[in-house]
C-alpha cells in the first residue's frame, strides 16, 4: 500500500509540471488550430535559461521563474509575429513542417552553442526530501508542483475574469465571430502564443533541478504534452490539466508494477483506450 | 629569388633529423560530445599526455580525431573515414561499449588494428576477432571484484540491480546476475531503464520495498547521480551501494558529496595504485587539466602509448602492428599489459580491477587489500551521515 500511495503521490507532482507543459500547447491549438511542435524545444530552452541564469547569476531556478516567464513569453509572441501568423492560413501540413523546423533550429543552435554535453543542475536541495507518514516527498518536486498550481489557478482567472483571457476564449470558440465583435485577432494570436511559450518555458524552469538538461530533451516532451493534450481534450485548458496528472500517474504507477521499462506501455494503452471509446479525448467537444 | 634557394636550402638542412623520428598515423575515436563527452573528455586528455610522451621518446604521432557523439551509426562513419581516406596504421576507442561492439567488426573487415582502452562489454572480445584488441578489464569483472568485496565484508543476502539498458548496462546486468547465483545471492529486483527518462522514483520504491542489502547499479554520469539523489529521496538505505564503475568512478560524481559519500565503485585504476609511473601521471595530470584523472585517462594514454609504439615498430604496416601487438608485452601505468587469448576470450588483456569508495568526496582505493591503502566503510552508514 505505501508503495502505492508514494507512486501515485510521485506521479501526481510530476502531472503537475505535465499538466502545464499541456496548457501551453492546447492554448496555441485553441486559439489557432496549430499544433505547435516545436513546444518541447521551447521547453528545452527554458531549461538551458534556467540553468545559466542559476550558474553563471546564482539565481535560484524556482525564483528565476521570475525572469523566465517574461522572457518566454516575448520570444512566443516573436515566433508568432514572424514565423507563425504567415503560416495562419495555410495547410495543415505546412503548419507542421513550419512548427517542426523551428523546434530543429531551436535544438540545433543550442547544441552548437552548448555542446550536447548532459548537464546537471544541482542546488542545495536537489536531493532533500520531506517525509510524511511514511511516504517521502522530494522537496524540488513538491515546490515546483506548488508553483505550477499557483500558475494554473492564476491562468484560470486570467481567462474567467479579465476581459483579455474572455477575448482569449472567444477567438478560440470561433475567430471570424469574434473579429465581427470587435476583437483584435492577431494580437489575440499573439498573446496565444506568448503564453503557451511562457508555459513551456515555465514548466523546463521547474523540472530543471530534478531533470538532466540536453539540447534534444525536448522531443520527448512534445510527444508527451502532445498526448496530454488528445488525451484531455484538444483546446480544452481543463482536460490538458487533467491529462496532465493522468499520465503523471500512470507512468509511475506503471514503473512501479510493471517495471521501468514498460511505463510508456502503460502510458500509451491508456491512450490508446481513451480515444477508442472518447475521440474527442477526455472533456473535448468534437467539432462536428 | 635567391632567399627562397637559401631558404630551401635550410629547410633540406632539418629535413633529415625529422627522418630519424618514426612518424606513425594512428586514429582516435571518441565521444567528444554527446551524453558520455564527461567521461570522453578523460580518453582526450590521456591521449593528450600520451601524444607529448611519445614525442619525447622519438615517436611523432600525426594523430587524427573522430568524435563520434556517442552514438554506433557515427562511430562507425567515422572508422571508415579513418581506414579509407586517412589510412591510419591503427585505431585507439571507441569510449562506450555500444560504438567499441560497432567497430569491432569494421576492424575486422578493413584490416586495421583496433585497441579499445575501456569499454567493457564482455562479447566484444568474445567474437575470435583477430583485429581487435582491449586493454581494459571486461563488465565480468566489473562484477566480481564488487561482489567479491561484499561478500568479504559482510554477509549480504539479496541483491537488486539497476541497470541502463544499452549495451554496457545490460551486459554488466547480467554478469552480476551471474556471478551473484555463484556466490550465494539471489536477485530480488531487475530494473532495466531507458535513458533520458530521469525519473526512477517509481523503480527505486519498487526496490526498496523488496529490502535488498546490495544495490548495483550500471549507469552513466547523469543518471548516476539522478539515481542516487531519488534513492536519497525515498531513503533507500541497503548494505552497500555498488556501482559498476562508468559514471560512478567519475569526479563530477564524487562531488555531489551529498549522495555519493560510502557508494563502491569498481575501477580499472586508481591514482594511489602500485603501478609503475601511476603516481607521477596523477600529478602530472592534475597540474596539466586542473583536476583528478580517472581510470578513462589513463587507459587511454597507455592505449596510446602502446599503440603508436608498436605502430612505430612495424613501420606504418597494419598487419605487422597486428602481430606485434598479439606478441608484445608491456608494464606501465595501468600494470602489466598483455593481450591474451583465455576463457572464450581474444586479444584480451587480463587486467586486475579495483574498488574504489568516496570518502568525504574524494575516490579511496579500498580493495583488494593488497593495492588499498584505505579501509571500506560497510555497511552504508545511511543518508546524511
Given at each position: 500500500?505505501a508503495i502505492?500511495?508514494q ?115 544541482t542546488?542545495?536541495y536537489s536531493s532533500s526530501s520531506v517525509t510524511?507518514?511514511g511516504i517521502s516527498?522530494s522537496s ?149 | ?141 566489473y562484477a566480481m571484484v564488487l561482489l567479491d568485496m561484499a561478500t568479504k565484508l559482510g554477509k549480504p543476502k539479496t541483491m537488486a540491480i539497476i541497470n ?8 554488466g546486468a547480467?554478469?552480476a546476475k551471474?556471478y551473484a547465483?555463484?556466490k550465494g545471492l539471489s536477485v530480488v529486483a531487475e530494473e532495466?531503464y ?6 526512477y522514483r517509481?523503480t527505486l520504491a519498487g526496490i526498496k520495498a523488496k529490502n535488498p542489502d546490495l544495490v548495483f547499479m550500471v549507469s552513466y554520469v547523469?543518471d548516476a547521480i539522478l539515481l542516487m539523489r531519488q534513492s536519497r529521496e525515498l531513503n533507500l538505505v541497503p548494505r552497500a551501494f555498488l556501482g559498476a564503475g562508468a559514471g560512478f568512478a567519475t569526479v563530477q560524481f564524487a562531488k555531489e558529496k551529498d549522495i555519493s559519500n560510502d557508494v563502491f565503485s569498481s575501477a580499472?585504476?586508481t ?82 580491477m579495483l574498488v574504489q569508495q568516496i570518502q568525504n568526496g574524494v575516490h579511496e582505493t579500498v580493495y583488494p587489500p593488497?593495492?588499498a591503502p584505505k579501509k571500506p566503510v560497510y555497511p552504508f552508514p545511511g543518508w546524511g551521515k
Amino acid at each position: 500500500m505505501a508503495i502505492f500511495v508514494q507512486a501515485l503521490i510521485s506521479g501526481i507532482l510530476i502531472g503537475g509540471v505535465y499538466a502545464l507543459i499541456g496548457i501551453g500547447l492546447t492554448i496555441i491549438f485553441g486559439v489557432m488550430r496549430i499544433i505547435n511542435f516545436a513546444h518541447g524545444d521551447i521547453l528545452m530552452i527554458g531549461m538551458y535559461a534556467t540553468y545559466y541564469l542559476f550558474t553563471l547569476l546564482h539565481i535560484d531556478p524556482f525564483l528565476s521563474v521570475v525572469i523566465t516567464i517574461p522572457l518566454m513569453f516575448l520570444f512566443g509572441a516573436m515566433l508568432q509575429k514572424v514565423f507563425i501568423n504567415r503560416a495562419l492560413d495555410a495547410l495543415p501540413q505546412n503548419q507542421i513542417l513550419l512548427t517542426i523546423g523551428l523546434g530543429l533550429i531551436m535544438s540545433n543552435s543550442v547544441m552548437l552553442a552548448f555542446t550536447s554535453d548532459y548537464k546537471i543542475l544541482t542546488t542545495r536541495y536537489s536531493s532533500s526530501s520531506v517525509t510524511i507518514l511514511g511516504i517521502s516527498v522530494s522537496s524540488p518536486l513538491a515546490i515546483s508542483f506548488a508553483i505550477t498550481a499557483a500558475i494554473t489557478a492564476a491562468l484560470y482567472w486570467f481567462f474567467l475574469k479579465t476581459d483579455t483571457g474572455q477575448a482569449i476564449r472567444a477567438t478560440a470558440q470561433d475567430r471570424e465571430a469574434a473579429r465581427l465583435m470587435g476583437i483584435n485577432v492577431r494580437k489575440m494570436s499573439t498573446i496565444a502564443f506568448g503564453l503557451g511559450a511562457a508555459l513551456a518555458g515555465t514548466a523546463g524552469a521547474l523540472i530543471a533541478p530534478t531533470y538532466y538538461i540536453f539540447p534534444q530533451v525536448g522531443s520527448i516532451f512534445t510527444l508527451k504534452s502532445f498526448v496530454i493534450t488528445v488525451l484531455g481534450g484538444m483546446g480544452s485548458v481543463v482536460g490538458a490539466t487533467l491529462g496532465g496528472v493522468l499520465i503523471g500517474v500512470a507512468e509511475s504507477i506503471g514503473g512501479v508494477y510493471f517495471g521501468s521499462g514498460w511505463k510508456d506501455v502503460v502510458v500509451f494503452t491508456l491512450f490508446l483506450l481513451v480515444l477508442l471509446f472518447k475521440p474527442a479525448g477526455l472533456l473535448g467537444k468534437s467539432r462536428t | 629569388m635567391k632567399r627562397f634557394v637559401v631558404l630551401l636550402g635550410a629547410i633540406s638542412l632539418f629535413v633529415p633529423s625529422f627522418a630519424h623520428g618514426a612518424k606513425v598515423k594512428i586514429g582516435f575515436v571518441n565521444s567528444i560530445t554527446g551524453p558520455e563527452a564527461p567521461i570522453g573528455e578523460n580518453l582526450t586528455n590521456g591521449v593528450t599526455l600520451a601524444v607529448e610522451d611519445l614525442k619525447k621518446k622519438g615517436i611523432e604521432v600525426d594523430l587524427v580525431k573522430e568524435d563520434d557523439t556517442g552514438k554506433p551509426e557515427t562511430s562507425m562513419s567515422a572508422f571508415e573515414k579513418l581506414a579509407t581516406r586517412d589510412n591510419v596504421t591503427g585505431i585507439v576507442g571507441p569510449y562506450s561499449s555500444k560504438c567499441a561492439a560497432a567497430l569491432a567488426k569494421l576492424a575486422e573487415k578493413y584490416k586495421v588494428p583496433l585497441l579499445i582502452p575501456v569499454a567493457s562489454k564482455d562479447d566484444i572480445t568474445r567474437q575470435n576477432l583477430k583485429w581487435t584488441f582491449r586493454l581494459s578489464a571486461t563488465t565480468n569483472d566489473y562484477a566480481m571484484v564488487l561482489l567479491d568485496m561484499a561478500t568479504k565484508l559482510g554477509k549480504p543476502k539479496t541483491m537488486a540491480i539497476i541497470n541502463e539498458n544499452t549495451d554496457f548496462g545490460t551486459s554488466g546486468a547480467k554478469s552480476a546476475k551471474e556471478y551473484a547465483a555463484k556466490k550465494g545471492l539471489s536477485v530480488v529486483a531487475e530494473e532495466a531503464y531507458a535513458p533520458g527518462s530521469p525519473d526512477y522514483r517509481s523503480t527505486l520504491a519498487g526496490i526498496k520495498a523488496k529490502n535488498p542489502d546490495l544495490v548495483f547499479m550500471v549507469s552513466y554520469v547523469a543518471d548516476a547521480i539522478l539515481l542516487m539523489r531519488q534513492s536519497r529521496e525515498l531513503n533507500l538505505v541497503p548494505r552497500a551501494f555498488l556501482g559498476a564503475g562508468a559514471g560512478f568512478a567519475t569526479v563530477q560524481f564524487a562531488k555531489e558529496k551529498d549522495i555519493s559519500n560510502d557508494v563502491f565503485s569498481s575501477a580499472q585504476w586508481t591514482p594511489d595504485v602500485s603501478w609503475p609511473g601511476a603516481k607521477e601521471f596523477n600529478e602530472r595530470y592534475k597540474a596539466r587539466f586542473g583536476k583528478e584523472p580517472t581510470y578513462h585517462a589513463t587507459t587511454a594514454y597507455e592505449s596510446m602509448r602502446i599503440m603508436a609504439e608498436t605502430a612505430a615498430k612495424a613501420g606504418g604496416s597494419a598487419n605487422r602492428t597486428r602481430d606485434l601487438l598479439k606478441r608484445g608485452k608491456w608494464n606501465g601505468i595501468m600494470g602489466e599489459v598483455k593481450f591474451a587469448d583465455y576463457d572464450g576470450y581474444t586479444n584480451q588483456n587480463k587486467h586486475p580491477m579495483l574498488v574504489q569508495q568516496i570518502q568525504n568526496g574524494v575516490h579511496e582505493t579500498v580493495y583488494p587489500p593488497q593495492y588499498a591503502p584505505k579501509k571500506p566503510v560497510y555497511p552504508f552508514p545511511g543518508w546524511g551521515k
